[in-house]
């Protein structure tokens, strides 16, 4: 499945990919904290109060993420615009 995200060109399935390793490995996170240019106080709110919210209501198939697409403009409207 993961070889099928990458080589597709919807960009849904690959965003969502990367929101649940980033979810399901803290390691990564920390390394995006430590090496990329991110805000960290924005980021580890995200990460530790609206990520795990998130995917844990989309594998629980809340009605307000049931959908791929409906989880990855959540997640984006989370982190991007609030």
């Known amino acids: 499945m993961m070889s099928r995200v990458i080589s597709d060109k919807p960009r849904v ?15 990564y996170a920390q390394r995006l ?5 991110v805000d960290v106080h924005r980021f580890q709110y995200f990460y530790t109060y609206d990520l795990p919210r998130l995917c844990t209501a ?7 993420v049931d959908s791929l697409q409906a ?3 959540e997640i984006r ?3 991007i615009i609030i």
């Open 13 to 27: 399935a690959k965003h969502a990919a990367l929101m649940f390793g980033l979810y399901l490995t803290p390691a």
């Open 33 to 37: 904290v430590t090496e990329a240019k």
């Open 58 to 64: 989309h594998l629980n198939g809340a009605e307000k």
């Open 71 to 73: 989880f990855v403009e």
């Open 77 to 79: 409207i989370q982190y």
